[in-house]
């Protein structure tokens, strides 16, 4: 029950924090790195996960795990297709998995 709820979710790892709206930036990185049209897809919630670590210096210097959700199931199979353009990046892009599952996976 907890996979099928998780089906339309992605995790993208290493996208810098910005003063910019998360979901700008996760629509900004799937056009310009994962090379889709903004018509492709459509992005219903995006939020970063965790603390914000604040290292004295008063901005975020962390980066952290974004969770996306989009309308479809489908546009996740797309997205994931297209993350081989990201080989050779600093970014990674997964599937969201239920503790179990990816303990097994492991």
């Known amino acids: 029950m ?3 709820s998780r089906n339309r979710n992605i995790l993208i790892y290493g996208l ?3 003063r910019y709206d998360v979901y700008d930036s996760v629509n900004d ?15 219903d919630h995006a939020e970063r996960l965790g603390q914000v670590n ?10 952290r795990t974004i969770l996306v959700t989009f309308r479809y199931p489908y546009e996740v199979d797309k997205i994931m297709n297209s993350a ?3 080989a050779g990046s600093r970014y990674v892009v997964d599937r969201d998995y239920p503790a179990g599952i990816r303990l097994a996976r492991k």
């Open 2 to 4: 907890e996979s099928k």
């Open 16 to 18: 810098e924090e910005n």
């Open 29 to 43: 990185f799937i056009c310009d790195q994962l090379r889709l049209e903004a018509s492709d897809f459509y992005i």
């Open 54 to 63: 604040n290292r004295g210096h008063g901005q975020a210097t962390s980066k």
């Open 84 to 86: 081989r353009n990201l």
